[in-house]
């Protein structure tokens, strides 16, 4: 599956690429004055509103999710093209980011150029949050992302963006001791990260790009783990069935005894668009299940037994057929991802190329080859101060 609108995609480097300009010079400004910076105004401190009125937004994209959040009538006429105005019509920065990420979770009218942008805005506000002064009482390991960067599970409570399988702080420090054999967090995600670049790589589309900003050290962490976000959902196409179908079900549906129905649709869909996961959700047995919640709770355990309660989301959205679609379809696309094969030991191609060094070694490897007739790798790895393994590689790419 593609982005289909890359009007959005440009718009979302672009938004993210403007927010770390204006942020940077009040957070300059701050440092030169030897003032803090606040949410609200005030004569003694700046205000972050100064740089949030010069962010401008997709008024499209806006209009389309302003009403799955609660404004106030008299604004609902408004749509906000910049961050401050938004913030404003949202009750605060703070009170904007819940309202985003909420939208994200309940809106199945959002395509997934939409969704893309919208992330990338939630990060930016999160971005926003993080040069104020006032934002130090907020939680600073909360994430506001739904799922791992990397699978379908929600992210470890230590993290802002990887679950607990992929979340290897512990291994840094020592705590976990990893038996002989076993796959540590480090092995997995450095793997399964490994696999979704071959993916994107293989794609050869737009979304390629991304992936050679990162090879060329131009998109950096944690921007780089957003964009593995969005990528993961790229594997496995969007069941538009499903988004018709959701659309016209109100939240107090689920409460009724047509709640058989939408499991039995949750189901049939896995099995026609996610047939890896359908081979874990069949098993779901609706008659041991008491209501909706039983049933989105026994799906979640079958997927992977982890607690209901790890998961970071609000309750209406547990209760959301939309939202177990969009779960499914992430856990369809990890298993996809891992039919990738990798290709182990260095890619000829990737990371940023010393063109001085690689004359340097030229210019060696002829002369040896006019004073013997051979090239001696160990002499040129002496020379310039690098293994000798490398130096066969590069040897091997100058055709030598």
Not at 18 to 29: D, R, S, T, V
Not at 184 to 204: F, M
Not at 285 to 312: R, T
């Amino acid at each position: 599956m593609k982005l289909k609108n890359f009007h959005l995609v440009e718009a979302a480097r672009n938004l993210k690429e403007n927010a770390k300009l204006e942020c940077g010079k009040l957070a300059l400004q701050a440092r030169a004055e030897g003032k803090p910076i606040y949410l609200i105004r005030n004569a003694s401190n700046l205000y972050i509103g100064d740089a949030l009125k010069h962010i401008h937004l997709d008024a499209t994209v806006i209009e389309k999710v302003k009403f799955f959040y609660p404004v106030a009538k008299k604004h609902l006429s408004v749509c906000p093209d910049n961050l401050l105005l938004l913030c404003n019509l949202s009750g605060g920065l703070k009170q904007a980011v819940k309202k985003i990420h909420g939208a994200l979770s309940v809106s199945p009218a959002i395509d997934d150029s939409e969704a893309h942008y919208l992330n990338q805005l939630v990060f930016v506000m999160e971005h926003c949050l993080s040069i104020c002064t006032q934002s130090r009482i907020m939680n600073k390991s909360k994430s506001f992302l739904q799922y791992c960067c990397l699978c379908w599970r929600p992210i470890h409570f230590r993290s802002k963006y990887f679950c607990s399988s992929h979340y290897h702080e512990e291994e840094e420090s020592g705590v976990k001791k990893v038996a002989k054999g076993q796959i540590t967090n480090r092995q997995l995600r450095n793997s399964d990260e490994a696999r979704l670049c071959r993916a994107i790589e293989l794609r050869g589309d737009r979304s390629s790009e991304e992936l050679l900003r990162f090879k060329q050290g131009i998109l950096l962490k944690p921007d780089f783990y957003l964009t593995l976000y969005g990528w993961l959902f790229l594997l496995t196409d969007r069941s538009e069935a499903g988004v018709d179908y959701f659309s016209h079900i109100e939240n107090r549906d689920y409460a009724t005894i047509s709640w058989k129905k939408h499991a039995k649709f949750i189901i049939n869909t896995a099995k026609e668009s996610f047939p890896h996961t359908y081979l874990k959700i069949k098993n779901v047995n609706l008659d041991l299940c008491n209501n909706w919640s039983s049933f989105v709770v026994e799906a979640l355990n079958i997927l992977d037994p982890i607690p209901v309660k790890k998961w970071n989301i609000k309750q209406e959205s547990l209760y959301g057929g939309q939202w177990l679609l969009d779960l499914l379809r992430r856990h369809e696309s990890y298993f996809r991802l891992q039919d990738i094969e990798l290709k182990r030991g260095p890619q000829i191609g990737f990371g940023n190329k010393n063109p001085q060094l690689r004359e340097e070694i030229l210019s060696i490897a002829s002369s040896q080859l006019k004073e013997s007739g051979k090239v001696n790798a160990a002499q040129i790895a002496r020379r310039v101060n690098l293994s000798r393994q490398r130096v066969s590689i590069i040897l091997k790419e100058l055709f030598l």
